[in-house]
Each structure stands twice: as C-alpha cells, then as structure tokens.
C-alpha cells in the first residue's frame, strides 16, 4: 500500500499496490504492520456497508465525540463517492478545513479518516456500495455531526443533493466546542 498524507495531518489517501497478471489482480487492502509503521489507529473493531440506491445521495457529515472517537478507513466498493473529511479538531492547525477525493469501485483507492474528523460522501452513481473499518464500537449517545452546508466550513460538493436523512439535513450551525474534537 501506498501512504499519502494529505493537507490534513493524519488524514492519508492509501492506494492499493496491486499484483497484475493475466487473471487481473490481487491487492492488499489493510495490514496492522503498515497502518502502525504510519502512526495509525490500526485495530478495527467494527466493519459497515453502506448501499445507496439514487446518484446524489449525502450521507454525512458524522463522528463520534471521546471517549468513543473513531478513526475510519472507507473505500468504495461499488459505483462512486465524492469523499469528504472535515477536521474538527480545535488543537489542529487546519481546523475547520476539509478535503476531498473521489473513490470509485474502479480505482480502489481508501480514505484514512483519524478521530477527531468529521467524514460524509456524496453518491455520483447509483447503487454505490461504501465499506468502512473503524477503530471504534458505535455508541449511539456519542454520535455526532455537522450540516453537510454549513457556512462555517464553505464545503464544495460537486453536485446537488437529492436525498438526504433529516438528520443530518438539520443539524443545527456548528459552534466549536471540547467535545467536537
């Protein structure tokens, strides 16, 4: 696997080094050695499957506040995401900052998103399949999250939004606090 740190510390986009031959290929896609050698969380105690049915579908943007801090590594399995991880760290030096990737089934490239970050996707085809590994056990009083258009972080989506949770539709504007970190 390949390690890119992006603009935010601790966020990495991870491509996978694939073995070709005439079958196709074979690629690892995690490896606690090589998660630890680049100082990240590297047990996953919970694995998802998200499955989205329309294209333009948000999902996001969520976290869990501490004790139960995530990190989470996403990859798209099917179809297409607009990725985007929004750090909420208040210590961090790009607070408030986000960035994006586009992961598709086709290009098996990951998301490396570390606690303390907030983490949704826009769907940009059909019937997308998203699966996560995360550090974390979900616990419901813990979960958190941000507007996917609040003005405080000016996120680029590349397309407009045609289904949306009610929930994460009204959160309410985010207002910095020890317990979004």
Same mark, same amino acid.
């Given at each position: 696997?390949?390690?890119?740190?992006?603009?935010?510390?601790?966020? !990495?986009?991870?491509?996978?080094?694939?073995?070709?031959?005439?079958? @196709?290929? !074979?690629?690892?896609? +995690?490896? *606690? $050695? =090589? !998660?630890?050698?680049?100082?990240?969380?590297?047990?996953?105690? *919970?694995?998802? %499957?998200?499955?989205?049915?329309?294209?333009?579908?948000?999902? #996001?943007?969520?976290? *869990?506040?501490?004790?139960?801090? =995530?990190?989470? %590594?996403?990859?798209?399995?099917?179809?297409?995401?607009?990725?985007?991880?929004?750090?909420?760290?208040?210590?961090?030096?790009?607070?408030?900052? +986000?960035?994006?990737?586009? %992961?598709?089934?086709?290009?098996?490239?990951?998301?490396?998103?570390?606690? #303390?970050? @907030?983490?949704?996707?826009?769907? %940009?085809?059909?019937?997308?399949?998203?699966?996560?590994?995360?550090? *974390?056990?979900?616990?419901?009083?813990?979960? $958190? @999250?941000?507007? +996917? /258009?609040?003005?405080?972080?000016?996120?680029? +989506?590349?397309? =407009?939004?045609?289904?949306?949770?009610? $929930?994460? $539709?009204?959160?309410?504007?985010?207002?910095?606090? /020890? #317990?979004? /970190?």
């Amino acid at each position: 696997m390949v390690f890119c740190e992006t603009k935010l510390r601790g966020v !990495f986009a991870i491509h996978p080094a694939p073995h070709a031959d005439e079958r @196709g290929f !074979f690629a690892r896609t +995690w490896c *606690q $050695r =090589e !998660f630890e050698a680049q100082g990240l969380a590297a047990q996953p105690v *919970q694995c998802y %499957l998200s499955v989205s049915t329309r294209r333009g579908t948000l999902r #996001g943007m969520h976290f *869990q506040a501490p004790p139960y801090a =995530e990190a989470k %590594l996403v990859r798209c399995t099917r179809g297409a995401i607009y990725d985007v991880v929004l750090d909420l760290r208040p210590q961090s030096e790009t607070f408030k900052h +986000w960035i994006s990737v586009v %992961l598709t089934a086709s290009n098996h490239e990951m998301i490396y998103v570390p606690e #303390g970050c @907030g983490h949704g996707f826009l769907t %940009l085809e059909d019937d997308t399949e998203v699966a996560y590994q995360m550090s *974390q056990f979900y616990d419901a009083d813990s979960a $958190r @999250g941000v507007r +996917w /258009n609040d003005p405080a972080f000016q996120i680029a +989506w590349p397309e =407009e939004v045609a289904v949306i949770s009610d $929930r994460d $539709r009204t959160y309410p504007d985010f207002v910095p606090s /020890n #317990g979004s /970190n």
